[in-house]
C-alpha cells in the first residue's frame, strides 16, 4: 500500500513564507513526476507547479515566488513559498507520479489537501 502524507501549511502573513511537504510511503520504487495543484474556495483546482528529474515549470502565478523541489532519498516533494499573497490562499494538493512494487506499475496518487491561507 501506498499513500501521500502533506505537512507544513497554516496561516501566514501577506509577503510571508511557507513550506509545504508531501512525502511518499509503500513500496515506492521511484518517483517519476510530481505536481502541486490548488483550489481556493469556489473555485476550480489549478495547478502550480511540476518536477520531473532536473526539470521543472511554474504557473505564471508560481513563477519567481514558489520553488518545488524533491528529496529523492525520502521520497518527498516540498513546495517552498515566498512572498505570499492573499490570492494564494487555498487547499494545497500534491498530485505524484510513482512506479511501485516489483512490477514497477506506475501510479497516480493524490495526497489529502492541506489549506494556506494568507492573511493579516
Known amino acids: 500500500q501506498v499513500q501521500l502524507v502533506e505537512s507544513g501549511g497554516g496561516l501566514v502573513q501577506p509577503g510571508g513564507s511557507l513550506t509545504l511537504s508531501c512525502a511518499a510511503s509503500?513500496?515506492?520504487?521511484?518517483?517519476?513526476?510530481a505536481n502541486w495543484y490548488r483550489q481556493a474556495p469556489g473555485n476550480q483546482r489549478e495547478w502550480v507547479a511540476v518536477?520531473?528529474?532536473?526539470?521543472?515549470n511554474y504557473a505564471d502565478s508560481a513563477k519567481g515566488r514558489f520553488t518545488i523541489s524533491s528529496d529523492i532519498a525520502k521520497n518527498t516533494i516540498s513546495l517552498q513559498m515566498n512572498s505570499l499573497k492573499p490570492d494564494d490562499t487555498a487547499t494545497y494538493y500534491c498530485?505524484?507520479?510513482?512506479?511501485?512494487?516489483?512490477?514497477?506499475?506506475?501510479?497516480?496518487?493524490w495526497g489529502q489537501g492541506i489549506l494556506v491561507t494568507v492573511s493579516d
Open positions: 498530485n505524484l507520479f510513482v512506479l511501485v512494487g516489483e512490477t514497477r506499475a506506475l501510479r497516480e496518487l
Open positions: 509503500g513500496s515506492i520504487f521511484s518517483i517519476q513526476a
Open positions: 518536477i520531473s528529474g532536473d526539470a521543472s
